[in-house]
């Protein structure tokens, strides 16, 4: 693969250098083998190389009829105040049918990825429905707005106020705002850190647990696992596009806030129950350990699993694989064990 790809321009004109931070050094160990199983599965495009406007494309946005799940939910789309002085945002709605008003059912909100920079409310919802299925959860995805036209702290606002619009409406959602989780992957997870880093430092709503699946929480891009991965699903070039988007110059320097990269944070108390994922073969491996290492040694809750040779998103790449449906089992128990077994 191309080591040093050309800059290329998005779709507003904005250029992102493809200067990595902290990839300079070649030396560096030889990474994890790839699971064989889950190797079938690749290569998949790289934002690197395909640029973004071929990335944007690639995002489709999936139709209520699939949302719906044969008839199992009402989807609906929900315009809904943003920050002051933001723009409105666009939350995706789905309630479980036949759900007994008098009866509040536990809720998902959801964070999509995409790199900070593509991606839409429907990205990888597949997933998340079906485990709102299975727990009789409703699901409220939030639209946020893509870097580089809407660099920080745009995209993290757009998620906290998503996450106060749907627990101040969840009463006539049906949804128990006790028992709201927030489950976000790549970019989304992420996002999903920085919001509830900042939901608690201003006293804002809370969530009963935090799913947090191959985030992308550090923008210096200097871990091992970061150097180590070039050539796999979201390497150093596709992260450095991304915070580059995010962050600006400001990207790999002091001026940094947690809010935008939650691995800068120092104290990580008072965070709901975690539950963080990620593969012994991804970019994010590193920042993802020592995020959980942040959670225990602040004393916190954090179930923490990194799988033997899985690589980013590869669940989503391979979901019938051995490794990806034990991945599966172990979320699916977590969640059981904050939610309460599935009826």
């Not at 800059?7 to 250098?17: K, M, N, W």
């Not at 809010?259 to 991804?282: M, Q, V």
């Amino acid at each position: 693969m191309n080591e040093n790809p050309a800059l290329f321009a998005t779709t507003s004109g904005h250029e992102i250098s493809d200067a990595p931070h902290g990839c300079e050094d070649p030396a560096v160990p030889a990474p994890p083998p790839f699971d064989p199983e889950l190797e079938l599965s690749l290569p998949v495009p790289s934002l690197a190389e395909i640029g973004l406007d071929a990335a944007r494309r690639l995002a489709l946005m999936a139709d209520d009829v699939a949302l719906s799940r044969d008839g199992g939910f009402e989807v609906s789309h929900v315009v809904a105040p943003g920050r002051p002085g933001d723009p409105d945002i666009t939350l995706l709605v789905c309630l479980p049918q036949g759900r007994h008003t008098n009866s509040a059912v536990p809720g998902v909100y959801h964070v999509h990825g995409g790199g900070l920079v593509t991606g839409n409310r429907t990205s990888g919802l597949e997933e998340v429905l079906g485990w709102a299925e299975r727990f009789g959860m409703a699901v409220v995805s939030v639209e946020y707005r893509l870097a580089p036209e809407a660099p920080h702290p745009s995209p993290v606002d757009d998620c906290y106020a998503g996450f106060e619009w749907t627990v101040r409406h969840a009463g006539e959602l049906g949804i128990d705002p006790a028992r709201i989780v927030v489950i976000g992957g790549s970019a989304g997870g992420g996002l999903a850190a920085a919001m509830l880093l900042m939901a608690r430092d201003r006293g804002g709503p809370r969530a009963a647990g935090q799913v947090l699946l191959g985030p992308m929480l550090d923008d210096r891009n200097n871990t091992v696992s970061a150097r180590q991965m070039t050539g796999s699903v979201w390497d150093w070039r596709d992260n450095a596009i991304g915070w580059e988007a995010l962050l600006g110059a400001q990207a790999g320097t002091d001026l940094v806030s947690p809010y935008a990269a939650p691995a800068r944070a120092t104290d990580l108390s008072g965070l709901p129950p975690t539950f963080i994922e990620a593969g012994s073969a991804e970019t994010f491996r590193d920042e993802a350990v020592a995020y959980a290492s942040g959670i225990w040694q602040s004393g916190g809750v954090c179930e923490l699993h990194v799988w033997p040779g899985g690589f980013h998103s590869f669940r989503a790449l391979a979901p019938l694989a051995a490794l990806s449906r034990a991945a599966e089992t172990a979320l699916t128990g977590w969640l059981s064990r904050l939610l309460g077994s599935p009826s």
